[in-house]
């Protein structure tokens, strides 16, 4: 009796987590205003680069913020910061796979006697995954009486049904305003 292996090609998951990164800067403020009050914030998260390296992910992205503002009167700009993070993976080899999905997790805007300090959280789900066949059992051979079953088996699946994020806040009162400047709705 002899068995015969077969190699299937596949991905073998190398790591699997979640890091955070802390985001933070000057924000410039349009030519010819200065912040009174920061009336509205909105932003997101998106990654630019992604890189396995020796022991680590490498990421390289951009925290994007649009901001309403009042210096007497109500303004409206948007701006950006850049970042880099290098997150801590054991079993990481160069060359690998990584894929990195970025959530803005906090967002904050302080305003120090009229220029706009960011400060960010960013979560990142990290999956790093490598080439590899799996070894199986293709078939016996020198068995007379063997009956043979062939069947197609799936040995993994994953589908992502849904991801997205949802803020709530607190109701501005805004007796003097009579309309909307911005509203930003997205859904993919």
Not at 44 to 49: E, F, K, Q, Y
Not at 71 to 83: E, I, K, R, T, Y
Request: charged share 20%; glycine share 8%; hydrophobic share 40%.
């Amino acid at each position: 009796m002899e068995l015969i292996w077969k190699e299937l090609p596949g991905e073998h998951m190398i790591y699997s987590g979640i890091a955070q990164a802390a985001v933070e800067g000057d924000i410039p403020v349009p030519e010819g205003h200065s912040v009174r009050e920061v009336l509205s914030c909105t932003g997101n998260v998106t990654l630019s680069d992604t890189a396995a390296r020796e022991g680590a992910v490498a990421v390289e992205g951009t925290v994007s913020v649009d901001i309403i503002c009042t210096d007497g009167n109500v303004f409206a700009f948007s701006s950006h910061a850049s970042f880099r993070h290098t997150i801590p993976a054991e079993g990481v080899r160069d060359g690998m796979k990584a894929q990195v999905q970025p959530s803005l997790q906090a967002l904050e805007l302080i305003n120090e006697n009229g220029r706009l300090r960011l400060s960010a959280v960013a979560d990142m789900a990290v999956l790093v995954t490598a080439p590899g066949g799996i070894k199986v059992l293709s078939s016996i051979t020198g068995v007379e009486d063997a009956e043979q079953d062939a069947r197609e088996l799936t040995l993994c699946c994953r589908t992502e049904e849904q991801a997205g994020s949802l803020r709530l806040r607190e109701e501005l009162e805004a007796s003097l305003a009579s309309s909307l400047l911005y509203s930003k709705a997205c859904a993919a």
